[in-house]
């Protein structure tokens, strides 16, 4: 016979502060915290391996020559305006040769360090400057 009335409790022994400040505890601390939901997926490599209308759009090349353009007549290199618009120097120079996937939030910070149009009909235009408010 056994004893229903018996209840075994099983939990972890809390962490001292020394084993707290080992390497592996702190690695694990820093994993628990990275954002999952941004990492490529397995569907990913799928969607670039299937066909032709699966694929991802590219920059189109009048936009990836008006951004090389701007950024040659600002007198900036790819890694400085890469470093204007906080992103990646690889970035600047996957959009410059056609191969960015467009983002508007990246096009956006483009046209303002520009001041070239990079969306929408009137691309080429120069952009009014922002007027100051007070």
């Known amino acids: 016979m056994s004893d229903w009335d018996t209840v075994t409790v099983l939990k972890k022994k809390p962490l001292k502060a020394a084993q ?3 390497e592996s505890a702190i690695n694990q601390a820093i994993n628990a915290g990275t954002n999952k939901q941004h990492l490529p997926t397995r569907n ?30 600002k007198g900036l290199s790819q890694k400085d305006l890469a470093t204007k618009i906080n992103e990646k120097p690889q970035i600047v120079n996957d959009y410059e ?10 096009l956006g910070k483009m046209e303002r360090v520009l001041g070239v ?7 080429g235009q120069t952009l009014a400057p922002p007027t100051s408010k007070k």
């Open 97 to 106: 040769a056609g191969r960015g996937i467009p983002n508007n939030i990246i």
């Open 44 to 73: 990913t490599a799928k969607l670039d391996r299937e066909t032709e209308e699966l694929k991802h759009k590219n920059i189109d090349t009048n936009v990836a020559r008006l951004i090389q353009q701007g950024r040659q007549g």
């Open 117 to 123: 149009k990079l969306r929408g009909k009137d691309l």
């Open 20 to 22: 707290m400040k080992t």
